[in-house]
């Protein structure tokens, strides 16, 4: 099993960037190795989607939204998941989750990742 928890967020002016993090915690014999791992975001007033995906080889996926904008990265030996944003705008205002699944790979589906952290808020004002 693997626990989660997401830090980093905050607020900034549109066209700034932030860096969010999610170290992860794992229970033999699980380790870094074992998931796959993702971000996710949800505003107030929509659904959960995916943003980025990364695979245990280090193959990204991202949303049409943030393509050429957001970087999904992990450092296998922190343990941590990190998700760069630039050039933010207020639309990608939301509640930003890690997420990890052990079978499901590379996607940006809400129902294909089981272990998930709490979240952290990212505002940004025009």
């Known amino acids: 099993q693997v626990q989660l928890e997401e830090s980093g967020g905050g607020s900034v002016q549109s066209g700034g960037s932030l860096r969010v993090s999610c170290p992860a915690s794992?229970?033999?014999?699980?380790?870094?190795?074992?998931?796959?791992m993702a971000w996710f975001r949800q505003a107030p007033v929509n659904e959960r989607e995916g943003v980025a995906a990364i695979v245990k080889d280090g193959r990204t996926t991202y949303a049409d939204s943030v393509k050429g904008r957001f970087t999904i990265s992990q450092d296998k030996d922190k343990n941590t998941l990190y998700l760069q944003m630039n050039t933010l705008e207020p639309e990608d205002s939301a509640m930003y989750y890690c997420a990890a699944d052990g079978l499901w790979c590379g996607y940006l589906s809400v129902g294909k990742y089981r272990y998930w952290g709490q979240g952290t808020q990212v505002t940004v004002s025009s």
């Open positions: 794992y229970t033999y014999p699980y380790n870094v190795y074992t998931y796959c």
